[in-house]
């Protein structure tokens, strides 16, 4: 079965500064789908970036980047020029493959990140 | 931009008593889910739903839970007997069919439920 750790419960940093959260996770398919979302206060589930586990390149938003390490199953997120409202709960997540009669997202358990003014 | 949403925003109810979630899904979609948050912990799949019937169901997602598309846009969870342990927040997803396959899911806002 698949799983996905995230091993850092609590983050913080400095307003403007860089701020990586880890994730891991563990599957034996070969092609699957990636995922940060936020969860803010209001709870509600907000993605914030999407990879595809066949491409190479690592995905990019805005100030949020991936790095994707596809043999050591990790796949982690930095927030560049970190600001207020980026403090949130940031769940790493796994997507069945597509192509996959049966679909489902699995969410790692969190990690808080605070933003420090 | 066409977006999941959920009714109500919140739900407190009364355990023993029967509670329905509301979703309204984007309005293209054919695979429909049902994910719940416990305060403080991860979001966990409950159900997935295409073509009428169910495709696939987790442990948690007992007797007492039921879903249903009663008509051409809502996607409804229905909690038959309420117990305290239900206390959490619900998500409902959607996603588009390519090739009868399941493709990018879309959350909803969520709804949060609180049974006393």
Not at chain 1, 83 to 102: I, V
Not at chain 2, 77 to 85: C, D, P, Y
């Amino acid at each position: 079965a698949q799983t996905v750790t995230q091993s850092q419960p609590e983050m913080s940093v400095q307003e403007a500064e860089t701020v990586t959260l880890s994730c891991t996770y563990d599957t034996s398919e070969s092609d699957y789908y990636l995922f940060w979302y936020k969860q803010p206060p209001s709870r509600q589930m907000i993605l914030v970036i999407r990879q595809e586990a066949y491409k190479q390149q690592n995905a990019t938003e805005n100030r949020f980047s991936v790095n994707f390490q596809k043999a050591a199953k990790s796949f982690s997120l930095k927030i560049s020029d970190s600001q207020l409202g980026d403090a949130a709960m940031y769940f790493c997540a796994y997507r069945t493959p597509w192509g996959t009669s049966y679909d489902k997202v699995i969410f790692g358990p969190g990690t808080s990140l605070s933003v420090i003014p | 931009e066409p977006e999941v949403t959920q009714t109500p925003s919140h739900q407190v109810t009364q355990m023993g008593q029967e509670v329905i979630l509301r979703c309204v899904p984007i309005s293209n979609h054919l695979y429909f889910y049902w994910y719940r948050q416990i305060l403080g912990q991860k979001v966990e799949f409950l159900v997935s739903f295409y073509n009428n019937e169910i495709s696939e169901k987790s442990e948690i997602f007992d007797d007492q839970f039921s879903v249903e598309r009663p008509d051409g846009s809502n996607f409804t969870l229905k909690i038959r007997s309420t117990k305290l342990e239900d206390s959490a927040m619900y998500f409902c997803a959607s996603s588009e069919v390519v090739w009868g396959l399941p493709y990018e899911q879309y959350f909803g806002p969520g709804t949060r439920l609180t049974v006393t």
